[in-house]
């Protein structure tokens, strides 16, 4: 696979998260939500890339994708006519202002969804280094809570 693939295939996600995971898809599906997954494990050699590429701040095998314990999700734009014409990437948000409130709802249901059905992931919408509006800077990701422990061996 080339470095510029994804992987969407959850099968290679770790044994200890495929499951949490398939509980999330099973509430992504149970209420509507407009998400697809973009990529579930990265190669070290695909992580590299993206930090080469600047879309990323860990390389090798740093971060949880590498592991197997992430998934990213994105906009499922097909079929939901209050999202056509928004990229699969859209947040709702821009410059720190509220200016799709659908698009950002989505986002913020999922979190919602993920912090009362599934506590022991995280979700990068958390993620909010000193923003005041209440989306994090990376929403489509969803890791194993403490994975560095189970990726060690501890």
């Given at each position: 696979m080339s470095v510029k693939s994804v992987d969407k295939d959850i099968s290679r996600l770790h044994p200890d998260f495929l499951p949490m995971w398939e509980t999330v898809q099973d509430s992504i599906a149970m209420y509507n939500l407009p998400l697809?997954?973009?990529?579930?494990?990265?190669?070290?050699?695909?992580?590299?890339?993206?930090?080469?590429?600047?879309?990323?701040?860990?390389?090798?095998?740093?971060?949880a994708h590498t592991h197997g314990f992430a998934v990213d999700v994105i906009l499922d734009t097909d079929g939901f006519t209050d999202l056509a014409g928004f990229s699969p990437w859209e947040t709702g948000v821009k410059g720190g202002q509220v200016v799709f409130p659908d698009v950002l709802a989505v986002w913020?249901?999922?979190?919602?969804?993920?912090?009362?059905?599934?506590?022991?992931?995280?979700?990068?919408?958390?993620?909010?280094?000193?923003?005041?509006?209440?989306?994090?800077?990376?929403?489509?990701?969803v890791e194993l809570d403490g994975w560095t422990h189970k990726a060690l061996g501890k």
């Open positions: 697809l997954i973009f990529e579930a494990y990265r190669s070290p050699e695909r992580q590299t890339y993206l930090y080469d590429e600047g879309r990323s701040k860990l390389k090798g095998r740093q971060g913020l249901y999922f979190g919602r969804v993920l912090a009362t059905e599934h506590p022991k992931l995280r979700w990068g919408g958390n993620w909010r280094k000193g923003r005041k509006i209440p989306l994090g800077w990376d929403p489509f990701h």
